[in-house]
């Protein structure tokens, strides 16, 4: 599965942005997917994930009421709609699909190569 995503840029503080993740090679409906970040200087943090068919989703504390996590099988893509935008949620963010229900990026099995989100106070 090669994964692709978009729909970073700059953004001010208290502003939205959403986030595209799109699959190719492979259906991703087989797939729980989540997101990930990483902030400069910081370690890859988790962000939340969608199981396969859509039906659960989790979420950090940090992103939680914020960050709402879907997905559209038909159209193999997974989407991060980010709310209320904060300075901290600055990071480079990353979509990425595992076979289990995890949190924990070694357990993802294909990543996307990242789309820089910039929120500017």
């Known amino acids: 599965v090669q994964l692709q995503a978009s729909g970073g840029g700059l953004v001010q503080a208290g502003g939205s942005l959403r986030l595209s993740c799109a699959a190719s090679?492979?259906?991703?409906?087989?797939?729980?997917m989540g997101w990930f970040r990483q902030a400069p200087g910081k370690e890859r943090e988790f962000v939340g994930r969608?199981?396969?068919?859509?039906?659960?989703?989790y979420y950090e504390d940090s992103v939680k009421g914020r960050f709402t996590i879907s997905r559209d099988n038909a159209k193999n893509a997974v989407y991060l709609q980010m709310n209320s935008l904060k300075p901290e949620d600055t990071a480079v963010y990353y979509c990425?699909?595992?076979?289990?229900?995890?949190?924990?990026?070694?357990?993802?099995?294909?990543w996307g190569q990242g789309t820089l989100v910039t929120v500017s106070s």
């Open positions: 990425a699909a595992a076979i289990i229900w995890t949190r924990r990026a070694a357990e993802y099995n294909y």
């Open positions: 090679g492979r259906t991703l409906s087989n797939y729980a």
């Open positions: 969608i199981s396969s068919s859509g039906s659960n989703t």
